[in-house]
């Protein structure tokens, strides 16, 4: 049995090298003048090949892509994550897969998290509305 690898890369590769890789990066409009996500994506080598997310500008996340997600962003700080996920409880909505990313210590930082149901838009304002957070999208895959 082959054993599977995720294959990932970083920015500074040229797009022939991230092609060698299997990885892409893309760059996903947003109708504004700045891009919400730019973000390498890559697969793996088993027969069940999946799309992950490796790096979304710049922040190394390593998430699959997958129905109905969630993309956070804030700033670093203690109970975050405790935050998010009682909000979305609260709202009964549950958490299949949750993967973070940051700059640095007390820095930017990324959640891309897979729910089991779409967000409504009351909870996309009371994740808004959370201490330190900076941005919300609800992305369905």
Same mark, same amino acid.
């Not at 991230?18 to 890559?42: H, K, Q, R, S």
């Not at 640095?104 to 779409?118: H, N, T, V």
């Given at each position: 049995m082959?054993?599977?690898?995720?294959?990932?890369t970083?920015?500074?590769?040229s797009?022939?090298?991230?092609?060698?890789?299997?990885c892409?990066t893309?760059?996903?409009p947003?109708g504004?003048?700045?891009?919400?996500?730019?973000?390498?994506?890559g697969?793996?080598?088993s027969s $069940? *090949?999946? +799309?992950l997310v490796?790096?979304?500008?710049?922040i !190394?996340?390593?998430a699959?892509l997958?129905?109905?997600? &969630? %993309?956070?962003?804030?700033?670093?700080?203690?109970?975050?994550?405790g935050?998010?996920?009682?909000?979305l409880? $609260? *709202?009964? +909505?549950?958490?299949?897969?949750f993967?973070?990313g !940051?700059?640095?210590?007390?820095?930017?930082?990324i959640? &891309? %998290?897979?729910?089991?149901?779409?967000?409504g838009?009351?909870?996309?304002?009371n994740?808004?509305?959370?201490?330190?957070?900076t941005?919300?999208?609800s992305?369905k895959f």
């Amino acid at each position: 049995m082959s054993r599977t690898r995720p294959l990932w890369t970083r920015a500074a590769l040229s797009a022939s090298a991230l092609c060698a890789l299997g990885c892409i990066t893309v760059n996903l409009p947003t109708g504004t003048v700045e891009p919400l996500v730019e973000t390498t994506i890559g697969g793996d080598e088993s027969s $069940d *090949a999946k +799309i992950l997310v490796v790096e979304i500008e710049g922040i !190394r996340v390593e998430a699959e892509l997958q129905g109905h997600m &969630l %993309l956070v962003r804030n700033i670093d700080r203690p109970g975050m994550v405790g935050n998010l996920g009682k909000t979305l409880g $609260d *709202a009964g +909505i549950n958490i299949a897969t949750f993967f973070l990313g !940051r700059q640095a210590p007390g820095g930017e930082a990324i959640a &891309l %998290l897979a729910i089991d149901a779409p967000p409504g838009d009351l909870v996309i304002m009371n994740i808004c509305a959370l201490p330190n957070v900076t941005q919300v999208k609800s992305l369905k895959f």
